[in-house]
């Protein structure tokens, strides 16, 4: 009885160091968020976009706590530190960690897309109801408390149930469909569009976008194989379908965008959120061929919406997490099917309302919370202050104070 209480306790500390581990790597992925922005927008913006991501994160961490994993998962931890720890060494507190890392993404996908001209306190109290609120009623219908009941419906529409693996539709297409109505309310950035035609505004720095993108790349990995939850469902099946969707989104851009560095490293970032969602049920190759559409996607999807829809999206959030988020829940229907080598047990159907679903979920919510702060508060700077740049107009330093001194 003692030896199974010892292996029950070990376990129980195995899982919660997993998560931990997990949490960590997906908590890195947020300074990767922030040096993506930093290297894309002017100088003139690069301390807002660290420190917006930071205070969204820490905004995240107390909404989430208090209101969002409660409305996920049912589960409060307003009690005594002592039931929190109950028999399985405070499980329940690393998930909360693990998860919040997730919900904390929407408003850092959504900082890509708003760069440059957005208020601060607007949008940090944006972010807050999205990681809060909106985001958490979501995710209690496809992962939480109230799964089952949305479930059973896909499954007598489609006949197998929706599945999100790590969050392609959840996380990422969520984030970037929420982002295209703020962008489109703020409108685009002073010179962006003059009389109707493009003046591309220049990114402010390569290294710091590369940065940004290999801190993603790595973080990744805890994102999709930790997902698991816990020791015994490791998968190195998830962790290679990572690997081959990565790496074809880089191929794949590297040839469509024509060796254009920014496309390249998004072109990773394309492949990694497309195979969220079925990376354990698809095969290696088929994950590859995921990721090498979804950056196909990317980078035509960029073009499109910057040069002939006009939508300033500086990080083209839109393309990269909406609508590559949508393209992974539907590939898992396809690529996880048993005939293309995957798994099986998947419904193309499923997955196809599932997707469509997180789009008019998300949609509705961003006009709902942007047109309300937009009549009231405000959330677009004012010309001068966007002329100056939110360094110096919102936080009173540039990120490069010396070269202000001399």
Not at 45 to 69: E, H, M, P, R
Not at 158 to 186: K, M, T
Request: with cysteine; hydrophobic share 50%; net charge neutral.
């Amino acid at each position: 009885m003692e030896t199974m209480s010892m292996m029950t306790g070990l376990k129980s500390s195995a899982d919660v160091l997993f998560l931990l581990l997990g949490a960590v790597m997906v908590f890195a992925m947020h300074a990767g968020f922030a040096f993506l922005e930093v290297g894309t927008v002017r100088k003139k913006n690069q301390v807002n976009a660290l420190v917006k991501i930071l205070t969204d994160w820490a905004v995240s961490t107390i909404v989430y706590f208090a209101v969002g994993f409660p409305i996920a998962y049912g589960i409060s931890f307003l009690r005594p530190a002592n039931e929190l720890l109950s028999t399985t060494q405070g499980y329940d507190l690393v998930h909360y960690f693990f998860l919040l890392c997730f919900a904390a993404c929407i408003p850092a996908i959504i900082s890509g897309g708003i760069a440059e001209r957005a208020k601060f306190w607007p949008q940090v109290t944006a972010g807050a109801i999205f990681a809060g609120l909106s985001y958490p009623i979501f995710e209690s219908f496809i992962w939480g408390q109230n799964s089952a009941r949305l479930q059973s419906i896909f499954k007598s529409v489609g006949g197998a149930e929706f599945h999100d693996y790590a969050g392609s539709v959840v996380v990422h297409s969520i984030g970037g469909w929420i982002a295209l109505p703020a962008v489109i309310i703020l409108g685009p950035r002073m010179g962006r569009f003059i009389r109707g035609k493009s003046h591309p505004i220049l990114v402010s720095n390569i290294p710091f976008l590369a940065l940004g993108s290999w801190i993603l790349a790595v973080g990744w990995f805890g994102f999709n194989v930790m997902s698991a939850g816990n020791l015994e469902k490791i998968s190195g099946l998830v962790a290679v379908n990572s690997l081959l969707a990565m790496a074809g989104g880089i191929i794949a851009a590297l040839v469509t965008g024509k060796n254009d560095p920014g496309f390249i490293h998004n072109g990773a970032l394309a492949g990694l959120i497309a195979v969220c969602a079925g990376s354990d049920i698809m095969h290696p190759l088929g994950a590859f061929a995921v990721g090498c559409i979804a950056s196909i996607i990317f980078v035509y999807g960029f073009h499109f919406e910057q040069e002939k829809l006009k939508i300033d999206d500086v990080l083209g959030v839109w393309p990269l997490h909406g609508i590559i988020g949508t393209w992974g829940g539907i590939a898992a229907g396809i690529f996880g099917q048993k005939f293309l080598g995957g798994i099986g047990g998947i419904s193309f159907i499923s997955q196809l309302c599932g997707s469509l679903l997180a789009v008019v979920f998300a949609l509705a919510s961003s006009f709902i919370v942007y047109g309300t702060l937009n009549k009231t508060v405000g959330i677009r700077l004012d010309q001068e202050d966007e002329f100056n740049g939110a360094d110096l107009s919102i936080h009173k330093i540039g990120a490069y104070p010396e070269d202000s001194i001399r």
